[in-house]
C-alpha cells in the first residue's frame, strides 16, 4: 500500500506561517485530512477533506488553517497562519483508502499514515 510523506514542518515564531504537503495518495475518490499530536495529549484532526466535500476545521485552527488538494496528483497541504504556541505537535497525514463518491468523509476512517512532520512555535 502506498505510504503516505508529510513535510514542511520546522520551527517558526508564534503569528508565523508553515506549509505542510502530504503525498503518497493520488485517488481521484479522495477522503483526507491532517492530525497533530502535542506531547502528552491524544492525537487530534486538525482539518479534513474529500474529493466531493467542502474542508472541515477543528474549532481551534478555523479562519487560521486552510487545507487543500487541487487534483488528484498533487499534493495535500495544510497552511498554517497565525501559528500560536498551542499549535506545537507533531503533524500527521491520514487518507481513507476506501473512500466513495457520495460517502462520508470522517477522521474515524483514516486508515492510512504517514510518520510525522514537526512543527515547533516559539513565542
Known amino acids: 500500500q502506498a505510504q503516505l510523506v508529510e513535510s514542511g514542518g520546522g520551527s517558526v515564531q508564534a503569528g508565523g506561517s508553515l506549509r505542510l504537503s502530504c503525498t503518497g495518495n493520488?485517488?481521484?475518490?479522495?477522503?483526507m485530512a491532517w492530525f497533530r499530536q502535542a506531547p502528552g495529549k491524544e492525537r487530534e484532526g486538525v482539518a479534513l477533506?474529500?474529493?466531493?466535500?467542502?474542508?472541515r476545521y477543528a474549532d481551534s485552527v478555523k479562519g487560521r488553517f486552510t487545507i487543500s488538494k487541487n487534483d488528484p496528483k498533487s499534493p495535500l497541504v495544510l497552511l498554517m497562519n497565525g501559528l500560536k504556541l498551542e499549535d506545537n505537535a507533531m503533524y500527521y497525514c491520514?487518507?481513507?483508502?476506501?473512500?466513495?463518491?457520495?460517502?462520508?468523509?470522517?477522521?474515524?476512517?483514516?486508515?492510512?499514515w504517514g510518520k510525522g512532520t514537526l512543527v515547533t512555535i516559539s513565542s
Open positions: 493520488n485517488r481521484r475518490n479522495m477522503c
Open positions: 491520514a487518507a481513507d483508502p476506501y473512500y466513495a463518491y457520495g460517502g462520508a468523509c470522517e477522521y474515524a476512517g483514516m486508515k492510512m
Open positions: 477533506i474529500s474529493a466531493d466535500g467542502g474542508p
